[in-house]
T-cell receptor, first 116, second 110 residues
Framework: KAGVTQTPRYLIKTRGQQVTLSCSPISGHRSVSWYQQTPGQGLQFLFEYFSETQRNKGNFPGRFSGRQFSNSRSEMNVSTLELGDSALYLC???FGSGRPRFNEQFFGPGTRLTVL | DAKTTQPPSMDCAEGRAANLPCNHSTISGNEYVYWYRQIHSQGPQYIIHGLKNNETNEMASLIITEDRKSSTLILPHATLRDTAVYYCIGNPQAGTALIFGKGTTLSVSS
């Protein structure tokens, strides 16, 4: 079965621009979570979408937003890019129900964003 | 979510068992312990999870102490491909936000 896919894999932007990243979850998964990974802060949770609704949110500024479509695909948007937004952005999908096994998250390969 | 504490690094010889400890003394009754690993430049990979009982799957075994304050992930026969950062995470049953700590960097050498 196909894994989680993320596009694009690499992206270079300049300060002040905005960017949209895409994530296609594993078929049947209704939950998509987004994470930011930097050398200094490690892996940090951004937000989670379940059935087109944001269910959990991490501690990031409002410049970071996301959405989920009816087919469970998700996009993440960062507006007014800053140098510190350079990071690996990972998305993960899961069934997302309450049972613990359904919280196993399957991660994509990530999008490497560089802000110049 | 429970705060977890792991040693920053460990070494293991190829073919030997790798035992990775995790302290989660603040874990609550409904929080599962999850283990993930991240091989360099890849997304994290789910390994195993448990609540009270010891668990085993094709990748690893998880031993949880009776008081649930700590656990050990066991890779029975480590290979060079097991070199990775291993994360121990406490996560509520209904929650799906994984709060990653700094993890343990396991280096397997021949």
């Amino acid at each position: 079965k196909a894994g989680v896919t993320q596009t694009p894999r690499y992206l270079i932007k300049t300060r002040g621009q905005q960017v949209t990243l895409s994530c296609s979850p594993i078929s049947g998964h209704r939950s998509v979570s987004w994470y930011q990974q930097t050398p200094g802060q490690g892996l940090q949770f951004l937000f989670e979408y379940f059935s087109e609704t944001q269910r959990n949110k991490g501690n990031f500024p409002g410049r970071f937003s996301g959405r989920q479509f009816s087919n469970s695909r998700s996009e993440m948007n960062v507006s007014t890019l800053e140098l510190g937004d350079s990071a690996l952005y990972l998305c993960a999908s899961s069934f997302g129900s309450g049972r613990p096994r359904f919280n196993e998250q399957f991660f994509g390969p990530g999008t490497r964003l560089t802000v110049l | 979510d429970a705060k977890t504490t792991q040693p920053p690094s460990m070494d293991c010889a190829e073919g030997r068992a790798a035992n990775l400890p995790c302290n989660h003394s603040t874990i609550s009754g409904n929080e599962y312990v999850y283990w993930y690993r991240q091989i360099h430049s890849q997304g994290p990979q789910y390994i195993i999870h448990g609540l009270k009982n010891n668990e085993t799957n094709e990748m690893a075994s998880l031993i949880i102490t009776e008081d649930r304050k700590s656990s050990t992930l066991i890779l029975p026969h480590a290979t060079l491909r097991d070199t990775a950062v291993y994360y121990c995470i406490g996560n509520p049953q209904a929650g799906t936000a994984l709060i990653f700590g700094k993890g343990t960097t396991l280096s397997v050498s021949s």
